[in-house]
């Protein structure tokens, strides 16, 4: 049966996955998809890419003793703030060279008396993946050393077992990969093309969640570097 500490740990690290930072940059990654399981492996990716990073360095910390100072982490929660900066740019320079947003209008004509014109605005396919996983995996990795994973990780330097230190940090990040693959199906709802047949909503959201990375991403930033 599964100790308490143990429990305990896999519930932080679900709860890990729902921090700002993390469903900001996984809601940009699966923006667009056509259906809710590619956005479900997204957050696995983003969850083992999360868990990768944790148990490397964990490994250094717990078998090599390896300190790291406290203040060191701020840099790492800066360099998360500069990955969302550019995860949205990114979208939105996506959105931008892949979708074609044409303006135009037409004369309609009820009668021979009654004709008007009509503005119509058409929108592309929104954005297919050629290598769909790949970003959120990435994303997961640099996200590994920030906010309580690395809380975690300063924990797990001062047991003394490296085995069982190891396995915390495993747990913990199963309870993350759960806890994003539940996020990246929720985010994905809203753009599921079942769900929302407007492409100029899609396009708006998508803008929106875009703007909302970089001013996020900026202010960590900000509060690490600067303030």
């Not at 004709?115 to 396919?125: D, K, N, T, Y």
């Not at 924990?155 to 806890?179: D, H, K, N, Q």
């Not at 001013?215 to 600067?226: A, E």
């Amino acid at each position: 049966m599964m100790s308490f500490p143990l429990i305990l740990t896999l519930y932080v690290g679900f709860t890990h996955a729902f921090e700002t930072d993390h469903l900001l940059a996984v809601g940009n990654i699966v923006l667009g998809r056509s259906n809710i399981k590619m956005s479900l492996k997204d957050g696995v990716a983003w969850g083992l890419g999360h868990t990768t990073t944790i148990l490397l360095v964990g490994m250094l910390l717990l078998l090599f003793r390896i300190n790291i100072a406290e203040h060191y982490f701020r840099y790492l929660e800066a360099s998360v703030g500069l990955m969302l900066v550019l995860l949205g740019f990114f979208r939105l320079s996506k959105l931008l060279k892949e979708n074609k947003i044409v303006l135009h209008s037409h004369t309609h004509q009820h009668s021979v008396r009654d004709a008007h014109r009509h503005l119509h605005i058409h929108v592309g396919e929104l954005e297919k993946h050629r290598h769909p996983h790949k970003l959120a995996y990435g994303v997961g990795l640099v996200h590994g050393l920030a906010g309580s994973g690395a809380l975690i990780l300063m924990v797990m330097a001062r047991i003394e077992e490296p085995v069982m230190g190891l396995t915390y940090l495993f747990v913990f990040g199963m309870g993350s990969v759960a806890g994003m693959l539940l996020a990246a199906g929720l985010f994905s709802l809203p753009f599921s093309k079942k769900l929302l047949y407007s492409e100029i909503l899609q396009v708006i959201l998508i803008t929106v969640s875009g703007m909302l990375c970089i001013g996020y991403g900026f202010w960590v930033v900000y509060q690490n570097l600067i303030a």
